[in-house]
């Protein structure tokens, strides 16, 4: 069956350390990878998308892989910040209107 | 200020009724969507419209309604037919499917008395 797999346990760093959260899937072949970040109580807010023939894209302190082979997205939040803390969450689309999400990885960021 | 709004934050139902959330947005998307979020899961597509008149199934349809009568509105009801219906609801919208980001709404959260 299809899954999309994210580290259900919170990621605690310290500021300044580098985040990196893992996105894997089974079972699909997306044509789009994206990242939206969560607060408690809040709508998604829309990261980076990345699509399947790029393996690297950037933004600002924001990095994200993407490996079909592996079936794995990497996303990295360089130079982490306190206001870093939420829930990012991994969502695939195999080109049509449908989108699968993850359930997302909470990251806290102390100072 | 463009952006998508939902109505109300908080709602609390009686069970029997049927409530209906409200979504608006003034981005002149033409894809719009209804998702429910329960704690340690992923989003989870209820229906989805994309085009005026028309809406999709998503994959946890059943209890649920949905209309399309205008670009900018897409209200859901959750009816009684719903037999868990306490949850996080979050209506998006989007300028095509596939590629296109995804704008959230703040979302309404729904307490089934």
């Known amino acids: 069956s299809q899954k999309i797999e994210q580290n259900s346990e919170a990621l605690n760093i310290q500021e300044g350390k580098t985040a990196t959260l893992t996105c894997n899937y089974t079972n699909y072949s997306p044509a789009y990878l994206q990242w939206y970040r969560q607060d408690p109580g809040r709508g998604p807010v829309f990261l980076l998308l990345?699509?399947?023939?790029?393996k690297e894209k950037r933004k600002e302190r924001l990095k994200v892989t993407f490996d079909t082979t592996l079936k794995q997205s990497l996303f990295h939040i360089t130079a982490s910040q306190p206001a870093d803390s939420a829930t990012y969450l991994c969502?695939?689309?195999?080109?049509?209107?449908?989108?699968?999400f993850g359930a997302g990885t909470r990251l806290f960021v102390k100072a | 200020d463009g952006g998508i709004t939902q109505s109300p934050k908080y709602l609390f139902r009686k069970e029997g009724q049927n409530v209906t959330l409200s979504c608006e947005q003034n981005?002149?998307?033409?894809?719009m969507y209804w998702y429910r979020q329960d704690p340690g899961q992923g989003l989870r597509l209820i229906y989805y419209s994309q085009i005026v008149n028309d809406f999709q199934k998503g994959d946890i349809a059943e209890g649920y309604s949905v209309s399309r009568e205008k670009k900018e509105s897409f209200p859901l009801t959750v009816t009684s037919a719903q037999k868990n219906p306490t949850a996080f609801y979050l209506c998006a919208s989007s300028g095509r499917g596939g590629a296109d980001t995804q704008y959230f709404g703040p979302g309404t959260r729904l307490t089934v008395l």
């Open positions: 969502a695939l689309n195999t080109g049509g209107f449908k989108t699968i």
């Open positions: 990345i699509r399947e023939n790029e």
């Open positions: 981005l002149n998307h033409d894809a």
